[in-house]
């Protein structure tokens, strides 16, 4: 067995009710490694044959919950979700921060995977090897706090019940699905915590679709067994003490991004990213900090950043919103993204997104789609159900992501995510309003445009990412760069928090990893033959796609059409991408990466990789 | 700084906790050598999300835990003021429990014994590392005659005191 382990991963079959323990060899774990990684092994070999006809929220699809050997060790512990996207179709390996990957690797599990449906509502609460499924009914329609409230009470009263010498019981750590979840909204989420989120993908409908509202565990063991604990403890303080050294990134999070963002680099999305720019000093980090922060320092585990912090508004008719920061995501997307350029407001608004489970930047990127079309007079203040979608009004985006959570009206078309109701909505009014959707393969694009030049993503990273809009699994080139798709990879399948490698070279990363699992690992090894396979895996099955849409690499490989407009104002006025240079820079990429000049990967780079039954399915597109 | 010889307390400001929980991963790896969050004699809380704190020794005034100990198992470090936990003698009958305020002592998941904290023979892992991060929740000051006992709350009681300090009445809904 590999160190660093815990060794055996829990299966549960919701339609049945049978629980078991399950193993993976070691050279799966060894490919693998675990997260991200290995949740694109486990759907390939489960689902792999028939991955065209499988609907991501029927029985057959399978939810992942999947830690790491780096989890709990590297700084900033998460847990990675996963399973075929009823946004992409295809595989996301979506990361949560928390403690629930920790508690579930001391509660002696690698990873959950979750087969088939439930008639009624459950949750899952496992404690060390007793794990049970329980009913839900009580929490179902309840929101995420009200859900939270209500299972911490209820499981730390089962184990003072059961182990009344024990004293006093911790919380278990819970992921759960809000209303939104629960009814199928594509842009719903796996949440923690209150405000944690695993966003991309889509997977709280995947939660919902198998009625399952939350999983609550508690673990009582330690972390498993590492190679060189000395080496360990070193690699840690190696890690904390280069976050220390950042005072700002620890003091503001990412909270500095919602005015910067657009001031200074010009790619923050304003009104559906019909501009990038703003100025809006009324945004800056400073008012969100002195009005409403009451916790500057809030963090999961292990982690020396905390870029986390509480917001609370305690006065005004937004009394009682209560939120993390917001991030800089949410502050875009549901701040300048709708017009919305006032701390509160922004506060007030992520905190109601909390509550429904949804997903901020997606969300937000539905809400502004719809309210550009309204601007442009092709949804009506009578399609919206009487809501009238200007820009800046943050009751009326209110009122619509409520909608959207419980698919009422407008909301049951918006709940389809940005792509599916362009097409739904498109159909409809009979026009093409795939111009106003800003996603890449049903996935929304993270909030850093690409026009300006001036922030991380290049022209082709949401382009060719196998996880399309996604800005935490940007592609570009070299392959084996610094933060590379394949760098992000080896993130999500460590599963441990990027924001903590920031800053941290390859070499120290695979060094803990060696340090931990006992296993040589090197940076060529790493990008030229395990990460590389996880992505063919990942295109592959966001290539085969279905059963509503697959993606055409010569359609979908490309940016949003707005991407291509040029910037209307600010310092980068005038500056757009250059659509020979996309071309030019996407051969190059394909080359690199082993796909042929339509983008499917080609059968000698398969071969090679040992992916031989991916090469057989992906004939058929050739 | 108080040196070595002098009995200490781990003075807390919990409503600046950031619910790092690094104190339970020096803890634990001092104590176990792994990274084991339940056998860590100080542990975080998070009964409300925000409202993490950590939960640990108080070492009251009158001991309360070591008076109720029927089999003599606890004791009171001179040098330090900590409480000590004699493993072999330790029958896991959970009266520390019941005598403490706070309901703080638990059993080791594994062993049969209770856990305390023994404030590490004067150099507490947990107020090193919380230092290091620059919040400075745990500060190690010198034992003088305070009211240390006040500081021994359940964690209901604790998590109650600071969501209404956080979130105010509607905080309580959450506990």
Redesign the interface.
């Known amino acids: 067995m590999i160190l660093g382990y815990a060794g055996k991963f829990l299966e549960v079959n919701l339609s049945t009710g049978n629980v078991k323990e399950i193993k993976f060899g070691d050279v799966v774990l060894k490919d693998y490694v675990g997260g991200r990684g290995l949740a694109a092994k486990i759907l390939w070999d489960r689902l792999g044959s028939k991955w065209g006809k499988i609907d991501p929220l029927g029985s057959e699809n399978i939810l992942l919950f999947l830690t790491g050997p780096l989890t709990?060790?590297f700084p900033g512990g998460r847990i990675c979700v996963s399973g075929k996207s009823p946004q992409s179709n295809g595989v996301v390996g979506s990361t949560v921060g928390g403690?629930f990957g920790?508690e579930l690797r001391?509660a002696g599990y690698d990873g959950i995977i979750v087969t088939g449906v439930s008639e009624k509502p459950v949750y899952l609460f496992i404690k060390d090897s007793d794990v049970e499924i329980r009913g839900a009914g009580h929490v179902w329609g309840k929101d995420a706090?009200q859900t939270?409230?209500t299972l911490?009470k209820e499981c730390?009263e089962l184990l003072k019940k059961r182990y009344p010498?024990?004293?006093?019981w911790?919380?278990p750590a819970m992921l759960y699905v809000g209303p939104a979840g629960e009814n199928k909204v594509r842009t719903a989420v796996v949440a923690a915590?209150?405000?944690h989120a695993a966003g991309y993908g889509g997977y709280g409908a995947v939660m919902g679709s198998k009625k399952l509202k939350a999983v609550a565990v508690k673990?009582?063991?330690?972390?498993p067994?590492v190679a060189d604990?000395k080496r360990v403890?070193r690699l840690?303080k190696v890690v904390?003490n280069n976050a220390?050294e950042d005072e700002l990134w620890r003091r503001w999070g990412t909270g500095a991004g919602g005015y910067e963002v657009g001031a200074k680099t010009s790619s923050e999305p304003v009104r559906n990213w019909q501009d990038e720019w703003h100025d809006e000093k009324s945004f800056g980090v400073d008012q969100f900090e002195n009005r409403f922060w009451?916790?500057h320092?809030?963090?999961?585990?292990?982690?020396?950043t905390?870029c986390l912090k509480?917001a609370?508004i305690?006065t005004g008719k937004f009394k009682?919103a209560?939120t993390d920061n917001p991030d800089y995501e949410m502050q875009a997307y549901l701040g300048p993204n709708l017009g919305i350029f006032t701390p509160e407001e922004n506060v007030f608004l992520t905190s109601l997104i909390d509550d429904l489970g949804l997903c901020g930047i997606q969300t937000g990127n539905v809400m502004g789609f719809a309210a550009e079309l309204f601007q442009r007079g092709i949804l009506t203040k009578k399609d919206l159900d009487g809501i009238e979608l200007k820009w800046g009004d943050v009751e009326a985006f209110a009122s619509l992501a409520k909608k959207i959570a419980f698919r009422e009206g407008i909301g049951d078309l918006l709940a389809e995510g940005t792509y599916r109701a362009a097409l739904k909505i498109g159909k409809i009014k009979n026009m093409d309003l795939l111009p106003y959707a800003v996603q890449s393969k049903g996935i929304s694009i993270g909030a850093h445009g690409i026009r300006s030049g001036k922030d991380y993503p290049e022209i082709i990273s949401y382009a060719c990412s196998v996880q399309g809009g996604d800005h935490t699994s940007t592609t570009g080139l070299p392959l084996d760069g610094g933060e590379s798709e394949l760098m992000g990879i080896f993130n999500d399948s460590g599963v441990y928090c990027n924001f903590n490698s920031f800053g941290i070279s390859r070499k120290v990363r695979f060094n803990f990893y060696e340090a931990v699992t006992g296993l040589k690992l090197t940076r060529e090894e790493w990008c030229s033959t395990k990460a590389l396979r996880v992505l063919q895996l990942q295109r592959a099955m966001l290539l085969l796609g279905g059963p509503d849409l697959k993606w055409d690499p010569k359609i979908h490989d490309a940016n949003p059409p707005r991407f291509y407009e040029p910037l209307p104002s600010g310092p980068y006025k005038g500056k757009t991408t250059d659509r020979a240079a996309v071309e030019e820079y996407k051969n190059r990429y394909y080359e690199a990466v082993g796909w042929d000049e339509n983008g499917i990967p080609l059968s000698e780079i398969l071969r090679k990789l040992g992916l031989k039954d991916v090469n057989k399915a992906l004939e058929k597109l050739r | 700084m108080p040196t070595k010889k002098e009995p200490i307390w781990i003075a807390r400001e919990l409503s600046k906790c950031s619910g790092c929980r690094k104190c339970e991963i020096a803890c634990s790896l001092f104590h176990e050598n792994r990274i084991w969050p339940e056998a860590s004699r100080i542990r975080v809380f998070m009964l409300v999300p925000g409202s993490d704190f950590p939960h640990f020794c108080a070492q009251c005034e009158d001991y309360p835990c070591v008076k109720a100990c029927p089999v003599k198992a606890l004791s009171i470090s001179k040098k330090t003021g900590a409480v000590l936990v004699k493993n072999k003698a330790c029958t896991a009958c959970g009266k520390c429990i019941d005598a403490c305020p706070g309901r703080i002592p638990h059993m080791h998941p594994t062993e049969n014994r209770i856990v305390i904290c023994d404030l590490c023979k004067g150099y507490p892992q947990c107020v090193k590392v919380c230092q290091e991060g620059g919040w400075n929740v745990l500060t190690k000051v010198p034992r003088k005659d305070q009211a240390y006992k006040l500081y021994a709350r359940t964690p209901e009681e604790t998590t109650r005191d600071l969501v209404a300090k956080m979130y105010g009445e509607q905080g309580q809904e959450y506990v």
């Not at chain 1, 320092?297 to 020396?304: A, H, L, N, R, T």
Request: hydrophobic share 30%; glycine share 14%.
């Open positions: 709990g060790y403690e920790v001391c706090k939270v409230a911490t730390r010498r024990y004293g006093e911790k919380e915590k209150w405000t673990g009582t063991g330690p972390l067994e604990m403890k840690i904390n220390y009451i916790k320092y809030w963090s999961d585990f292990g982690c020396p905390c509480i609370v305690k009682g209560i």
